[in-house]
Nanobody, 119 residues
């Protein structure tokens, strides 16, 4: 059974930073596409960034390009999202998702972690 557990969310001031982690069990992150998605109140869930199975391809949403960075640690089976220069509009619940390849449907979701940017 695949489990994805997000952590690292919280309250931060505008311009601040947070680092989210997605710890996986029941699957090996290094052979799947892993992504971060977010859902703001009243809005649909949207892609933030995805990294492909090889780790050599990443797709970022235009709104986070240059501010967010995805990384993967195969030894700990964890995917990270470093978020810098946070803005109020980044406020959302952030989810980790797993798919076979980048363009495939998400097969598993984490429970989400709340990120709130004030100011």
């Amino acid at each position: 059974q695949v489990q994805l557990v997000e952590s690292g969310g919280g309250l931060v001031q505008s311009g601040g930073s947070l680092r989210l982690a997605c710890s996986a069990s029941g699957c090996t992150v290094g052979i799947y596409a892993m992504g971060w998605y977010r859902e703001a109140p009243g809005k649909e869930r949207e892609l933030v960034v995805v990294i492909n199975h090889s780790g050599r391809q990443t797709n970022y949403a235009d709104s986070v390009m240059g501010r967010f960075t995805i990384s993967r640690d195969d030894r700990s089976n964890t995917v990270y999202l470093q978020m810098n220069n946070l803005k109020h509009e980044d406020t959302a619940v952030y989810y980790c998702g797993r798919s076979w390849r980048i363009d495939n449907p998400i097969e598993d979701w984490g429970q989400g972690t709340q990120v709130t940017v004030s100011g």
